[in-house]
């Protein structure tokens, strides 16, 4: 798996003495949904790093607003943009991702699957 395409730009994933960092389960089952989806042919990188550097911008944007700004997580950007990339090549009916986005967090805490 290569993210080269991704280094130098906002959507870079973080990282700590060139390893990946990740805080929380999730963070890395997405990640690599993303990377198998692109393995898989589903999608590229330039595409999903177009994704990732539209939400962050959205954010951006929506967190300089006077509403109460969601704190800064570079990996719900990255969720938001793979659930856009999906939507967007057919690959799940947005309804459909949504129910299931829907029951995933109805989990208890701690339930990591």
Same mark, same amino acid.
Request: charged residues 25%; hydrophobic residues 40%; glycine residues 6%.
């Given at each position: 798996?290569?993210?080269?395409? %991704?280094?130098?730009?906002?959507?870079?994933?973080?990282?700590?003495? $060139?390893?990946?960092?990740?805080? =929380?389960?999730?963070?890395?089952?997405?990640? $690599?949904?993303?990377?198998?989806?692109?393995?898989?042919?589903?999608?590229?990188?330039?595409?999903?790093?177009?994704?990732?550097?539209?939400?962050?911008?959205?954010? =951006?944007?929506?967190?300089?607003?006077?509403?109460?700004?969601?704190?800064?997580?570079?990996?719900?950007?990255? %969720?938001?943009?793979?659930?856009?990339?999906?939507?967007?090549? $057919?690959?799940?009916?947005?309804?459909? %991702?949504?129910?299931?986005?829907?029951?995933?967090?109805?989990?208890?805490? $701690?339930?990591?699957?």
């Amino acid at each position: 798996m290569s993210i080269d395409l %991704l280094e130098g730009t906002d959507a870079a994933p973080p990282r700590d003495n $060139g390893e990946l960092v990740f805080s =929380e389960p999730w963070q890395a089952r997405a990640f $690599g949904l993303a990377a198998d989806l692109v393995d898989g042919g589903h999608l590229t990188w330039d595409e999903f790093r177009e994704h990732v550097i539209e939400t962050i911008a959205t954010w =951006e944007a929506t967190s300089r607003s006077d509403e109460a700004p969601e704190a800064w997580d570079y990996y719900r950007c990255w %969720l938001i943009a793979l659930e856009q990339a999906v939507a967007d090549h $057919g690959l799940l009916a947005a309804q459909a %991702l949504a129910n299931r986005a829907e029951r995933y967090a109805a989990r208890p805490s $701690g339930h990591d699957h």
